[in-house]
Structure formats: structure tokens, C-alpha cells
């Protein structure tokens, strides 16, 4: 009787009929309670009604009876469904250990690690998975998937163009190809690939991002904007979604900006994540009144009050009224002790002139637990300097031995370093196409290109990161190496490009003092540089002064003058901004992160 009720389930979850199945395995139950199979039965038809909690019960009741692998990987499967990796990632272990050739266990773990952003695991997961069955589609996908992540875009492409010779219309193989070839500069064959990827799979809102992000970059962008609201309409409530499409619609200068944000909040006033994006954006336009609304109103409704204070809190601050920003941001602290709040908090004391030494205590804490955080480092510095702890400062902010400027190495193939850096700007001017700095970014009156520079498969391009590199290369080999300074404790002596772009200032441009949260180290690469910089300080990159207003300001305490040619290499945890140019000439340059890399032999 057992045997057969088992199959008669196993038959009603293949048709779909999961209730059908609850109703057979319920009048087992009594004879089935020790068999694994019953209880993986159970789960599977509680998983498919989404009683996730159910399913997980009966999960553990079939591994405790027999820890069978494909049942560990399903149980595996239902955590990361729910976020909870850490667990998923246990089960994966377990099934794995117990047969680590299960294809299943191996996918899905590499599925998972690149959820969480560890391409290099996931490249292996998949890797293994090749090795025992090479014809494996959606192995070949996701380690084409982790190469693109690991900025290996040659060898994903060469895996994305082997699973379409055998599968034409595989839709995440055009989507990955897609990606790779815009991300080396291919915009125009980009586009075809996501135009098939789109008629092959018409729903996906993730296709539809990446074309429109590719209609971008071929200068296309009525098509773009167009893709761009086609993906909120399948996913209209996605909050990553309204930030690419408003960063887009802000740089071309697009009457619809910030409209898709207030659409969301029409539908739905208490949902804090479309509030708070669209009054960060309102108060970069100065709107800041406007911004403080935007969150009360969706605080009135019922949205997530402790995100919503923490927010009120930098609104207010910004617009100098420091006594109520430090007031919103110890509502949000007591309310949730999550990191965000506590930073907020120290920022807002900070600003406030209030006390020096909790807000540094808090700060000691965070970057205790977030070492590599760019942000909370600059936040300690300033802290450091506010509450006079000089020589800690000086150690962590060491201006005349971390900042080093250098001059290129032209290639020989040029006539002389004003015919290279000309060849130079002259390719990167092209990509230029935008009308409008990037709302969200440091930059004021000027351009930005889009996407990562260096990952363009273009002749100048390229040249120009190896004279960068040779450079980096020998500053790395000069810094200092282990110890406790977040700087050099993490120095191998070798890198890599963490993140490039162009940046093209004109009259009354400048950056606002800022850091690199991608970066460890950072800098900036000068291809044109007005002559203005000669007399004021017009132009000149200034370190020390924080981003944030305050009762008590700080003043910046180092400038370098740019030079054309020359590179300044800097930690990104250093406040830095420039001054302002007063004159009609433009200034182009080239900035970059860098990240560390291990040991190579």
C-alpha cells in the first residue's frame, strides 16, 4: 500500500497537482513516517503550494531518517529561495560530500555563489561539473556567467557561442554573449544579441535591462528609453530597475526623470524603497524641502519608519539643520541597531558637533566589522580629526607618502607624448555621448562615459591601461605591506581594475568631495588640463575635506596640481574633490579603482 500511494504522488506532482498529492501522502502518513521517500514527498508537494515552512519541515524529517544527496539539494534549493545562504550553502556541502559527483548539488552551489558575489567558488563549482559531463548546457552558462564576473568577457564569450552553435535560441546564452560584447565596447553587435535574446524570451524584464543598456551605449536612445520601459512594465515594482532607468533618462536630459518613482509611490505611498531613492535624488537637485515630503508622506502611510528616519536624518542635515537630523537618526538607531543606522548616527553627530567620541566609538565598531568599507574609513578619519586623536589621523591619512603622482610612458609608436595623449583623448571623446552629469555622482557641469572603460576591446584603450598599469605596478612595489592601516595591510603588489571611466569637465565644472567605496586604491589620469590651472588653483585636486555639511567644517588640507600626461594615485578612503573651473576650456581625464589581488607565481 505504501509503495503504491508513493507512486501515485510522485505521479500528481509530475502532472503539477501538489494539493492532490497533500491529500495521497496525508492518509500514508501513519505507515510512511519513517520513510525518507514519504517525507521528500511531503516536502516536494508543500514547496509546490508555497508552504515553504511545511516543506522545510519535512525535508529535515527525510535527511534525519537517510541524509540522501538529492534531498539534501533540494532542501539546499528551498534555502536560497529564501536568502538564507549560509544554510543553503551547508546543505550543498552535505549532499556534495556525500557524492561529489551530483550534478545537481554542483549547479545549484555554483547558482548560489554567484548570488552572493563569489564568482571565483562558482567558476570552480562549474568547472567540475564540466569536467565530468563537458556538454552540460547550464554548466557552460554559469561559468560563462562567473568569467563575465571575474572581467574574463573573451572566455565567456567563447562559452556563450558554443552553448548557441548547438541551442541557436538558448535566451540566457544571447543574454550573457550580449553583456560580454557591450561590456568590450561591441555595442552594435551587443544589441542584436539581446534584440534575439528579447524575441526568445519576451517576459524576462533582466533581458530587457541589458538591451536597453546596450541601446545606450550604441547612442541609440529613444530605443533605449523604450526598452527601459518595457522592463517596468514586467517589473514595475523593482526598485534596482527605476534606478537604471532614472540614471539613464538624468544624463540624457529626459523630461520623464524621477517620473517612474512617483508612479510607484502613487500605487503604493508607505513603500520606502522608491521613496528614499527619489529624495536622494531630489535633494542632489537641491530640492530639499521636496525631499523631507517624499519621506513623511511615505512615513505617514505606514513604510518602513526606521529606513525613513535614517533618511529624514541626511535630508535634514544637508539642508544644515543638524539638531533634527541627529534627532531622526537616533529614532532609526533605537528603533533598528542595524550598521546603516549606527553610520548615519556617527555621521549626523558628526555634522551636528555633538559628541566626538561616541560617534568615533561607533565608527571603531563598524570598521571592526567592515574592514574593507571605504566609506566608514573616511567617516574614521574625519571623526579623528574632529576629536584631535593627531597622530592616529596622521597614520591613517598620511598625505606626502600615500598620494603619488606619476608621469605615463608614451608608447614609442607615437611622436612624442603630445601626439599620444592626443591620439588618447581624441578616442575618448567619442565615447562621450551623454548630455548631463550623472545625477548620483561626484561630477558637476561635465560628462561621464558609460559602462566600464576598460573593458573595451579598443586599440587606445587598451594601450593606455597598460601605460597605467606599469605605473600602478611600480607604486605598488614601493608602498609598505602588511601591518594594521587599511591600506597597506591589504598591498600584494599586484591588482586589479575594480571599476574605469572617462570624465569630461567644462566651465564652472568640478567633483564634489567624495571616496571610492568600490575602490582601495584610486585615481585620476590626466588627458587635458586648461592652463587655468596655473593661476588660483583652478582644477586642482584637493584632499581632507569631507562630503557632508557641518556645524564646524573642515577644510581641505592638500591639493595637487594636475598635470597632462601624469596620474595621481590615491587610497580611495581619502576625502577628495576638486576646485571649480572658472574658465570656458574643458578638462578631460580618466579615473579608475583598483582592487588587490593574490600573489601570482
Not at 552540460?136 to 574574463?152: E, M, S, T, Y
Request: aromatic residues 8%; proline residues 4%; negative net charge.
Amino acid at each position: 500500500m505504501l509503495e503504491g500511494g508513493l507512486k501515485q504522488a510522485a505521479s500528481l506532482l509530475q502532472a503539477g497537482d501538489h494539493q492532490a498529492a497533500i491529500d495521497v501522502l496525508t492518509t500514508l502518513e501513519a505507515a510512511g513516517g519513517e520513510s525518507p521517500d514519504f517525507w521528500q514527498l511531503v516536502a516536494l508537494a508543500h514547496k509546490g503550494l508555497d508552504q515553504l515552512g511545511e516543506a522545510e519541515a519535512s525535508y529535515l524529517k527525510s535527511l534525519a531518517l537517510n541524509p540522501q544527496p538529492h534531498v539534501a539539494t533540494n532542501l539546499a534549493n528551498l534555502y536560497k529561495q529564501q536568502g538564507r545562504f549560509d544554510e543553503a550553502e551547508n546543505r550543498y556541502q552535505q549532499a556534495l560530500g556525500a557524492d561529489p559527483s551530483n550534478l545537481p548539488a554542483l549547479v545549484n552551489y555554483g547558482q548560489l555563489l554567484m548570488d552572493v558575489k563569489r564568482a571565483d567558488a562558482a567558476a570552480n563549482q562549474f568547472s567540475a561539473v564540466l569536467e565530468i559531463r563537458p556538454e552540460h548546457v547550464n554548466a557552460r552558462i554559469g561559468l560563462g556567467q562567473a568569467l563575465q564576473q571575474l572581467g574574463d568577457q573573451q572566455g565567456a564569450v567563447g562559452l556563450f557561442q558554443e552553448v548557441l552553435a548547438e541551442h541557436k535560441d538558448n535566451a540566457a546564452a544571447l543574454n550573457g554573449l550580449g553583456i560580454s560584447l557591450k561590456t568590450m565596447g561591441y555595442a552594435d553587435e551587443a544589441v542584436h544579441s539581446l534584440q534575439r535574446a528579447h524575441e526568445v524570451a519576451p517576459n524576462s524584464a533582466n533581458v530587457l535591462l541589458n538591451l536597453a543598456s546596450a541601446l545606450a551605449c550604441a547612442d541609440r536612445p529613444e530605443e533605449a528609453v523604450a526598452a527601459y520601459e518595457a522592463m517596468l512594465r514586467r517589473e514595475p515594482d523593482n526598485p534596482d530597475f527605476h534606478n537604471y532607468f532614472n540614471g539613464y533618462l538624468g544624463v540624457i536630459g529626459h523630461k520623464d526623470y524621477l517620473g517612474s518613482y512617483r508612479q510607484a509611490l502613487q500605487r503604493n505611498p508607505a513603500d520606502a524603497r522608491f521613496a528614499v531613492p527619489l529624495a536622494r535624488k531630489l535633494l542632489l537637485e537641491e530640492k530639499g524641502e521636496e525631499a523631507f515630503d517624499v519621506l513623511l508622506k511615505s512615513l505617514e502611510a505606514g513604510g518602513d519608519s526606521s529606513m525613513l528616519r535614517r533618511e529624514m536624518s541626511y535630508v535634514k542635515r544637508e539642508q544644515s539643520h543638524f539638531k533634527e537630523a541627529l534627532g531622526y537618526a537616533a529614532a532609526a538607531r533605537d528603533e533598528e541597531a542595524n550598521p546603516a543606522n549606527e553610520r548615519e548616527l556617527a555621521t549626523a553627530m558628526m555634522a551636528a558637533g555633538a559628541d566626538y567620541e561616541e560617534a568615533l566609538a561607533l565608527l571603531r565598531s563598524l570598521v571592526e566589522r567592515f574592514p574593507e568599507d571605504q566609506g566608514l574609513w573616511a567617516l574614521l578619519a574625519t571623526g579623528l580629526r574632529y576629536a584631535d586623536y593627531d597622530a592616529e589621523y596622521r597614520a591613517l591619512v598620511d598625505y606626502d607618502n600615500m598620494i603619488k603622482v606619476r608621469q605615463i610612458a608614451i608608447p614609442e609608436e607615437f611622436d612624442g607624448d603630445a601626439d599620444g595623449l592626443a591620439f588618447f583623448r581624441e578616442s575618448l571623446l567619442r565615447l562621450h555621448t551623454t548630455q548631463h552629469h550623472p545625477v548620483e555622482q561626484s561630477m558637476i557641469h561635465g560628462t561621464q562615459t558609460l559602462d566600464d572603460l576598460f573593458s573595451r576591446r579598443d586599440s587606445a584603450i587598451q594601450k593606455l591601461t597598460a601605460a597605467l598599469s606599469d605605473q600602478l605596478l611600480s607604486i605598488l612595489s614601493s608602498m609598505p605591506q602588511g601591518g594594521l592601516n587599511p591600506l597597506y595591510r591589504r598591498n600584494t603588489g599586484t591588482f586589479k581594475f575594480s571599476d574605469s571611466w572617462s570624465v569630461r569637465l567644462w566651465r564652472d565644472g568640478f567633483h564634489k568631495n567624495h571616496f571610492h567605496s568600490q575602490g582601495w586604491l584610486s585615481s585620476a589620469f590626466y588627458l587635458t588640463v586648461p592652463s587655468a590651472v596655473d593661476r588660483g588653483g583652478e582644477g586642482w585636486i584637493k584632499f581632507g575635506e569631507p562630503g557632508f555639511k557641518a556645524r564646524e567644517p573642515l577644510s581641505p588640507q592638500y591639493w595637487v596640481k594636475p598635470r597632462e600626461g601624469c596620474l595621481v594615485v590615491f587610497p580611495s578612503y581619502l576625502w577628495h574633490g576638486t576646485e571649480p573651473l572658472k574658465t570656458a576650456s574643458e578638462r578631460v581625464t580618466v579615473g579608475y579603482d583598483i582592487l588587490p589581488t593574490a600573489h601570482t607565481q
